[in-house]
Structure formats: C-alpha cells, structure tokens
C-alpha cells in the first residue's frame, strides 16, 4: 500500500496485457508521468467522490499496480469508466457486509463499493486465513470493476503463498456456438512467489480483454486476429466499429473465448474456464452471474473470486519455490524460433515495472484528457502531476 | 467402483474428446463391445501382470469411465501404451508411500504404481479430508499416466464436491516461441455436482491432447487445424507424419498450447496454464516436471494434482448447485448460430454414457487387435468379449 512497496526490487507482472507493447510504447503516441505522482493524483481523484484517503489509497494502488507493470488495459485508462459510474453502479458511501466467515471461507456482499476495495478486503482475509489453516477461498457479490486480476493474487505471492483471483464482468464474450452475449471475459490470475520476481499469470478467459480492444481503438489500428465476432461467428476487424458493436450490447458482436470460434482451435476450453470464473464469482457468492451483473436498479454488480495457498502445506517450501525458479530459468534458456524471445509470465511486467519507475508511466493523450477532465469537474489540481 | 455406479441414471462427462465423434462413430470403423464385459475384462488383464483384484478393479473402472463417456483418447486404445511400460517404466510390485499428511494436504510418492491406483488413493484422501475441512488439495510424484484427469475430479463430484485434477504428462508441447519440446498435454480438469448431469470440464493445455493425434492416424485422416507444429512454427497437417515425429522425441514437432502459435491468439494463455499443471503436479510434490519424467533409470514417472472443495463452506450448497444448474440451462437455451448446438461442458459425456451403456462401447479395429495380443500373450480369454 505504499510507495516503498511500489520500489521494491522485486517485482511481479501479466503477460495477457503486454502482448502490443511495442507499438503502444512508441514515444509519439504517449507521454511519460512519475508513477508516485499520479497515484497520489489518483487517491486525490477517488476522494473526490467522497471516499476516504484509506479508501482513496488502495484504489489507487490497484491502478498504480497495472501502469506500472505495463498492464495498460486495466490502470489509468479504465478511470473513466469508474468516473462514469460512480453514484449510479459505484454506490461511493457504502460498506461492505462480511456474510460467510468461516476457518476456510469468505463470502462478502460488498454491496456495490469500488470493486478495488471489497477485493482488497477479500484477498487479505484469504491470505490470513491461508497463513493459519494452509489454505483459504473467499467470494464477493454485489462489487463493482476491480482492475487487474492479478493485482490481488500478487499480494500473496509478495507474503510468501500462492495467490489467485477470478472476476466475472459485464456481458461481452458469446460462449460457443451462441450468438448471444452471455459471459465475461472472466480473468483468471495466479502469481506464485519465485526469483527474480513472481511467475505472474492473468489471462482473460476471452481471447483478448475487452480493454484491448479500447487500446486498439485509441490506438485506432485493426484488431490484428479474430478477437471478435459477428452473430454468424465471423470476424470483425475494425477495432472501433467492434468496440462500438460491443459497447451497444445488442448481440452484434461479441468477444471470442480462448480458442477461438471452434473446437477444432479449442474454442470450447476458454468457453469452460470462463464458466468456472462465473461458479467461483457469482454463482459461490450467490450473486450476479455476468448476464445478470447489469440487472436492476441498482444494478446487481459484478462478482470477484479469491484463493490463496501456503506452500509449506506441501513440505519445505524453500526448496519447492526454488525449485519452480530454477525450472522457469530452463523454460527461459530453450531454443527459440527464429525471432522470438521466450517469456515467462511476469517477464514483460517486471521489465515495464524497471522502465517505468525510472522513466515515467505513459498514458495516451485521451486517457490524460479525460483525468483533466473528471479534475476539473471535482476541483482537484493536477498542477505538477499532467502538465504536458 | 462398482457396475450398480456406472449405471447410476446421473451422469458426469469430457468435451475435450468429443470433438470428432460424428466421422468416428461411424459404424464401418468400429464395432461396439458390452461395457460391463469390457470393465471385467480390462481387470482380468491388470490383474494378469501381477496386480491385485481390487487394483485391477480400479484401473478397469478409470477406463471404463473413459469408454463409456467418449473420451475414447483415454480409454482402452491407451492399454497398448500401459502394456509397454509394464515391468519397465510401470512397476506392478511397487506400493505407494504418503510422505505429507496434514489436515488439508497430501504428497505421495507413487513408486511408479500404475497412475490410476496413485491417482484414486490420492483423490479419496483429499476427498475425505474436504469433508472435514472444507478444502483439501493433494499431489502424486513418482507415478505414470493415470487415465482421463476428469474420472478424478468427478469422484468429488459423485460425492456432492468440487473436484479438481491435473497432471503432467511426457514431453510433447513448445513453450510459445520455444521449438524444444517441454511441457506435457497437462489437461486440468474439473466436476461440479449439478443436474441432470454434472458440469465436467477436462481439457488439455494443449490444443488437443496427444491421444488426439493418435486417433487421427488411426483413421488416417488430416489434423483438421494448427494442432502440431514444426520448430519454425509451422503447421503438419498429416496426422501420421505428426505423430510420428511427436513420438521420436527429436524436437521435429510440438503440439501447441492452447490458444495456438502466437500471443495475437492467445498461445501464452495455454502456456500459462500448462505451467501451472507444471506446478501443482511435478513442483510442489518436489518430483518431476515434465521435461524430467523420462530421466533416470527406473524414470523419474509424471506427477499429478488433486483438489476438493465443499460446496457448503460459501452457504447454502443446494442453493449454490441449483443456481448453477440453471444457469447452465439458461447457456444451452441461448441463440445458436446457424446449424451450431450449444453444449454444456458434459453433456456431449452424458450422451455417450447413455448411449454406450445401452448399445455398447465402439472400439477401433486396431485397438481390438492390440488387445487380443495381449490377452494372448498373458494367457487371458476374451471369449464372448471380443469376439468379433
């Protein structure tokens, strides 16, 4: 939670997130901002809605997490969205309800606070139940958008367990062979404590997450695969009449699952890893499944999942988690096609975390657009923090 | 364990392997063999190497489970391989050995038992141990191939659990961007206890699993899409071609994760995945990965991953289950696109389990001949079982 954390030399990271890296960092496209700078601009901004600097705090660790990390999709550029739904699906004054405690297990109701902190509250229980028992699960109904996925299962791995989380989301991917758009894009993050820094997965269960078509959009560049779908399964490739198609939620385009549009590509795996999102999300917490999450007034919300696992659980845990570190090394050191480099999950994030705690976090020139904007209207300076 | 089980009317199911099943139902290929003759008949066999009724009995009853859900790569076409390993990589003498035991975990070390008598102990203790305390996680070292990854996690399910399983397997599959083969097929499987049938997930990391490939060149046809590629990245679309190139071991070919050969598709996410099997099988019960099965003289054998999870530690479990049922309803009777069905993960299962039971279980010519030959060479009769 504090900026020692942020600094520290051993760092986590998504590869799901980083996969355009290269054109999005191209310097004309986006400025540098200090990391520190604009996650205390951003605790300022969630205060502004009347949140208290606590609360303030942990959303903005949470963004500051995916910036840094180069996880873009889900940091600064999701902000307008919160702004957006803030006092209609972000109840800003609400609390949080504990509804199952058990040795093992958590439910909460969190009753429609930013998603960031009901997570927040979720995880660290787990991760305290996991330390005392060897092992602990927890849902949250009623939240809302949390950010990036593996934010919270890197806070176990930063205390020496195994961490996951699962979130479901608004409607966006067409399960397989349907044509309507039923399920989220449903990430499934797990970040497991290793040297030089934490093997880091978080994968949306949709071929990519619904905010990398925004990144395309803004970037106003075609979807380069078939990411998304018409209702006869073909796919479209202009990632603003996609972005459009989805964002009107009326069954003219949907997301493909992992795999793709057939089980010849194993369309039907990702299909099925985003089912088990929604059991251990909405259907555990006896909340909102993602067909449901915009139902209502208010709306139902969206549901998180939590787990966390103490290594020792499975004997002397040094040599298991060295033992993973030295295989991953292999993984990194085999022949490559001719080209490429291979990566483990959490590489790209560690070297965009080095990048940008030294050189800045960059942002596009709309996403700071929109931040000036939602400051202006609260009353908070940006002086010093979005000049350029 | 017993034929009154494999009767039951509810039934639990793989998708994974049913994605073939119109061309190889046809009759011309196979002919169809009683179930119950079959399941005696595959324990007689076990029992033929030296193993015990009861062991037998358990091997028969993974394979059966296999057979008679159309997860045909894991049935009785696989005996060959078992028959191969007898006495060199499969030990029948050997006994297990617990090396963890705490209230929520358990570590075997298989002794390279048959995989289906490791997997079973390993999935009952984890079950009884859920019971208890809600959530019990468990992993086998030191063992050979198990069978379908789903029987495992089903038996969780049959008892009212979320049951989970994983396994490494041998080398078969690129890291994405690697052209050494690496990681195993390592499938991650999953069983929820819902009606009519249980939701039943089993799918390899892999497009497809290695089986897959071999039931294609049984029925010399082409792989239908990107399943194997060349160290360039390259697809192989002759079946036979890629297969034999898989099982010489050379590097000349990789199945692709799943998700296939570029991140633009989502080849990390399967990659991913497949290195989380990595860790809960081969890491944590600190034997092999699956670059190191094959090492060592006796082998090191492949490691597996077991997990149970009681529904009533999140409330109310006939809710919970009844909720996810519908839901699962709602899915099948969404809008298809035009001459798609929409299936639930299981329900392709639970038809071929009706099916099967009722007019048997198709076995490939092929496989009826690798079986005669063992049953010849062990001194076992077949009569009235294989007969034609």
Chains 1, 2 share one sequence.
């Not at 205060?47 to 999709?73: C, E, K, N, P, R």
């Not at 905010?211 to 603003?240: C, F, M």
């Not at 992992?258 to 089980?263: A, I, R, V």
């Not at 800045?360 to 996403?367: A, F």
Request: glycine content about 10%; proline content about 4%; overall charge negative.
């Amino acid at each position: 939670m504090s900026v020692a954390q942020m600094t520290r030399p051993t760092m986590n990271v998504t590869v799901q997130s980083n996969i355009d890296d290269g054109p999005a960092e191209s310097a004309a496209d986006r400025h540098r901002y200090d990391a520190h700078a604009l996650r205390d601009l951003t605790s300022r901004i969630v205060q502004g809605y009347g949140l208290s600097a606590h609360d303030g705090d942990v959303v903005a660790d949470v963004l500051s997490f995916a910036d840094t990390h180069g996880i873009d999709s889900h940091g600064l550029q999701r902000f307008q969205l919160y702004d957006a739904q803030m006092g209609n699906k972000i109840d800003p004054a609400a609390q949080s309800e504990i509804v199952v405690d058990t040795p093992v297990s958590t439910v909460i109701d969190g009753h429609r606070r930013m998603g960031q902190l009901n997570g927040r509250q979720a995880m660290d229980m787990t991760i305290a139940k996991a330390k005392k028992t060897g092992m602990a699960i927890a849902a949250v109904r009623h939240s809302c958008h949390y950010g990036a996925a593996g934010y919270y299962a890197n806070l176990a791995a930063e205390q020496g367990l195994i961490g996951f989380s699962v979130t479901n989301t608004e409607p966006a991917v067409y399960p397989l062979y349907a044509n309507d758009v039923w399920l989220g894009t449903n990430p499934i993050a797990c970040a497991i404590p290793t040297r030089p820094h934490a093997f880091f997965f978080d994968a949306s269960t949709s071929v990519v997450a619904y905010g990398k078509v925004e990144l395309y959009s803004k970037q106003r560049k075609d979807l380069p695969a078939a990411w998304v779908v018409d209702p006869n399964n073909q796919p479209i490739h202009d990632s603003t009449d996609a972005l459009g198609r989805l964002m009107r939620y009326d069954n003219e385009a949907g997301l493909l699952a992992t795999g793709g549009n057939s089980e010849y590509t194993g369309g039907h795996k990702g299909y099925g890893f985003s089912v088990l999102v929604e059991f251990f999300s909405g259907i555990v917490s006896q909340g909102a499944t993602t067909d449901r999450t915009a139902v209502g007034d208010p709306v139902e919300g969206i549901s998180h999942g939590f787990m966390a696992i103490d290594p020792r659980i499975f004997g002397d845990a040094d040599t298991i988690l060295r033992n993973f570190s030295e295989y991953l090394d292999q993984i990194r050191a085999l022949h490559a096609v001719p080209g490429k480099r291979i990566y483990v999950h959490g590489d790209k994030e560690a070297e965009a975390y080095e990048d940008r705690m030294t050189n800045g976090v960059p942002l596009y020139h709309k996403t700071v657009a929109e931040l000036r904007g939602i400051c202006d209207r609260l009353g908070i300076s940006y002086a010093g923090v979005l000049d350029h």
